[in-house]
Structures are given as C-alpha cells and as structure tokens.
C-alpha cells in the first residue's frame, strides 16, 4: 500500500534529522503530515531543518505535541491568564484536544503574540499545548462560535476521518496514460445547482455542487448521471458559500461520500449559515429538501480549509490552489494541476474583476493553465454595466428621494456579499453627510454574515481591513444599522418612520422580504431598489419585467392579488459578477494565456454569445456545453 510505504520513506527521513528523538508518531492529517512531539523545545530550534524536510517530501508538515505531555487544561488555562498582560484583553480561550491546540482569542492579538511571537513560544515552553491566538470579531457571530465548538465536540471522529482521507490521497497511482475530462452536472447555459465532475483515470473531483433556488424542476444537479459514483468521489471543491455552489454538498454526504469538502475558512462559515437558513425557509415552507441539518453536520466534520496560495494534493494525481476570485468573502478561483505537469486548469466559480469597496479584483496569474472554466453571467453583448461609482450615485439619490417623499426603501438582498456591500456605501454616505438620520433596518440572516465578516478581515480589501482594525472606524459598527429581531419589529418598520430595508431573499425567491413586499408594494411613495442578479423564473425577475399584480399567499394562506405601485428601480453596477467588458479584460490580463475556455454560469444565449465573441477576440477553442455533456481535455 503506497500511503503506509510513503510514511515509511518519511519515518525514514525523519530518523536522518537531529529532532528524531523528539518525535514519537508520524501520520497522515487530510493531505498535511503530522509529526506528533515528545519535546517540543528540540523541534523549536529546528524550525530551518522542518522546513527543509518539508520541501525535500513536497508535503505539508505540522506539528503536534503527544498527547502523553500535555498540560491539564485548567492549569494551563491559569498559565495563559497569568503570562498574558491584560491589555491583549482575552475574550476567549479554546482547548482542542484532538490537535493539542489552545486557542486564545483577544482583542489585541499583537500583545497574546508578543514581540517577534516570543511570548507564544513561552506560553508552549510552560503548557506543551500550541498556542494560536486569533482576534476576537467586533461582532459575535453565532455560527463561527457554534462551527469552533462542534470542531472541538467532533474532535476524536474527526481525527479519524482525517487519517482516512489523507490514506486515500496518498494512494498508490496505477494508471499509466494520462487523460483528462470534464462533465458538467449543473450550471451550464443556466444560472444556479453549479456542479462539475473531474475525471482522470486516477481520481474523480467534485467542482461545487450547488442548487437553484429559483427553480422547483430543475432545482439539483444532474447526479443521476453514470458516471457519478458518490462513494468513489476522491473530493469536492468548493468555491464560495453561494447556494447556487453550495446547496446540495450535504446531499452528497446522506448518499455514501465520504471524501473531503475543499473550501476557505470563511466559506465554511458562510455556507454553514446558508445552508442552514436553505433547510429553514424550505421547512417553513412546507418543502421537503432530500437532506437534513445531520448532513449539513456531516459537511463541517469533513471541510478541510485551506488559505489562498495553499497549495494542497487533494488525490494522488491532483493539486489545487485557491486564489481570491473578488466575488464574496473567501470565495476562490481554483488553480488545478493535474499529474506531474500534465494538464493544469482554472476554474473561476463566480468572478469579480474590478475593485469594489469589500474586496480585490481576482487573481490572473497562475504557473500553468490550458483551459479556463469561467463565469458567464453578464457575459452577454448587451451586458456592459456601469461604473461602480456611478451606480452608488444613482443608488444614494434613489434613496434620498423616496425618504423625502416619505416613504420607504426595500431593497431585497443576497444575505452574502451585495448586502455588506450596500452597508458600508449607505455607511460611507451617512459619514460624508450626503444621508443623515436614516435607519437601516437588517433583516434574514444579513447580520450574521456581517458578523462572519468581521471575523475573517484578512479576507476584505486592504482599506475596508483597515477601518475594521480601527474599532470607531468599523463601518459594520454603526449605529445606523438595526438588525430586525422577529415579525413584532417588522410590523413596526412597515407602518414607521421612512427608512431604508435590507432583507433576504435576494431573489425574492422567500424569506422576510416577501412580507415588507407585500405591505410596501400598494404605495407609490415607497420604492424596490435592486442591486443583484434575478434568476430566470424568479419573482424579482418578474417584477422586474414589468408584472404589476402579484399573487401571493396571503394572511390565512388564500391567494391574493398584490398591486404594485410602489417605484421599482434597478441599479446596476453592485454587482459581484463581472460584467462583459470585466471578464474580457480578465482573460486579456490572464497569464499565461490559455488553449480553451469553457463558458458556464450564464443564461443559455449569454454563454452560447460569450463563447463565439471569446473565439474571435482571442482565436482559442471556446465551448459552452449543455448539462450532461463530457468534454475530454486532454
Ligand atoms: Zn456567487
Ligand atoms: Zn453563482
């Protein structure tokens, strides 16, 4: 078995270093080895020689201290408390038995660090378990507390599981010719239920496996399809906490995979939160989703984060690296290299390649790329938005003239990423005097994922990073913003002062923003503002469209015709997607240059247009498949 001949070589190459002593296991942890210490004092000052034999075995090495000497927990807990000065201002400290690792969490994490980390060195010195410290968020966030306490709860399964996974990737490799191909699932020539399957002989890789929300018949990716095989599947990568990437990775688990989900940290937050409310509203709804809050528990025991640029093997012939796609918090463009430099491909899940005022534009630069998978939405002829800036000022007159008139603003949002965005423009507005006095109501689970947010600032662009470090400076701080605590409140906002309303579903698909609707759209001082993409089929498209009389479900569950009056505006140019001109430039800049490109992720002309224009523009293969088709790459 080559996983057990592959942790011999390496017990091996262990043995010929001048830290052998201090290691008394060695095994794998997902796709890391971990080197379990007796003494850690001999590892820490062989930080170079570790280093070394990481890049001689090509592997990830961390270390962990041998259960056998670490420290009783309350003791140590004392032990931090007293080493720590109190202006780091602790607000939590975390023990992780199944690793070792203690975390402490704190409002000035430089001071728990101390100068150049010599105070995390004494602390490990004094306790043997390894200290990490992280910064406490400014906002509590319920979920990122509940995902750290499962991780702990789950500790020893988890462990488990993770030795299983890193013997299956470290398999031995059998096939001798190399191949390639690529079977598109869901979200091709359609937006929503996003799902790819990689095949090579060796290894078969899930890329995001999401749902339409939009959609009751063509709501989950096509797995019927032969060769998807779930017990078989090696790993699923996934993207960004969108449900239309997300949404149907618990279903995986309840039918037989038992691999790894691939994603960041905050996108293992962020689609925790999602998936979570998906199950909620469907429940509420009187839908049935073929998954339940177990599988979504199985999601989290199995997600293995890794930081953009980690370069991770996630199957014996497969490594990938996630790079910043500009899109919402932690979401990646995923560079996948394939055997020993036999095929590397990039696939940009959803792309945002402009500055917005929460993130950087994506990553184009990769070793080696022969064909892009990419984002397609607004990749039509037509689709050529407005500057950012001059969307904000549309957006912020709109806003202004409905309040002076005295009405109010809903405007129905995407929980993740276009309601931050919005936030931290009205924010900015309120702070240059342009609005004043205006309160801005926060409704689904918008709170929650700003407070996931504020949690992972390394995540954001540097200048909206910067305010968050400066706590009086946190736009998200702002007493302009309310978070709406149940129907009583919104009842309330309804027949209030004039306001602006931030609330899910983007897509009017569900959720609160059906009730303000429907109490707002009758009067023509209020106004709709949308800033997101309107999925085919949806009420917002509808809307959008022109419908004026709406049926809904009414107070006693009868239908009832809803007359809308109200101003409806859309405002482009918030959008997380690039727009035509965005996603040209991208692939100009991109280097090096790819051989084909596949368009996915846009309605069935956009791809089929986006294709044909990529082909003239820059003479390569394009193609923009229908679902269920397999294109063989190599
Ligand atoms: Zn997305
Ligand atoms: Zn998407």
Known sequence: MAAEELLKEIKAAVKETPFADAVTNIDFEGPRVVLYCGNLDLLMENGEKIKELARKLRKRIILRPDPSILTDKEEAERKIRELVPPEAKITDIIFSEDV???TIEAEKPGVAIGKGGALLREIMHKISWTPKVIRAPPIKSEIVHNIRLSMIYSGAERREILRKIGRRIHREQKAKDGWVRLTTLGGAREVGRSCFLLQTPESKVMLDCGVNVASDDRAFPHLEAPEVRLPELDAVVLTHAHL??????PYLFKYGFEGPVYCTPPTRDLAVLLLLDYLD????EGKQLPYNKRDIGSFLTHCITLEYGDVTDIAPDIRITFHNAGHILGSSVVHIHIGDGLYNIVYTG???FDRTRLFSPAVYSFPRVETLIIDSTYGGAEDIQPYRTDAEKVFIQTVL????????????AFAVGRAQEIMVLLESAKRSKIIDGI???????????TAIHTAYPEYLSQELRELIFKEEDNPFLSDMFIKVSGPDQRAEIIDGEPSVILSTAGMMAGGPVLEYFKRLAPDPK???????YQGEGSLGRRIQKGWREIPMQGEKGKLEEVKVNMEVRTVE??????DRAQLFNYIRRMSPKPDKIISVHGDDTKCTDFAAALHKLFRVETRAPLNLETIRLR
């Open 100 to 102: 070792g690792e203690v």
């Open 350 to 352: 959803d792309l945002k």
């Open 526 to 532: 209020n106004t709709l503002i949308f800033v997101g």
């Open 573 to 578: 140019g918030f959008s997380g997607h690039s």
């Open 244 to 249: 239309d990437h997300c949404g149907f990775i």
């Open 401 to 412: 003239e409905t309040i002076k008139r005295g009405g109010k603003v809903l405007i129905p």
């Open 281 to 284: 509203i469907a429940e509420r």
């Open 439 to 449: 309160p801005v109501y926060l409704d689904g689970m918008i709170w929650e994922a």
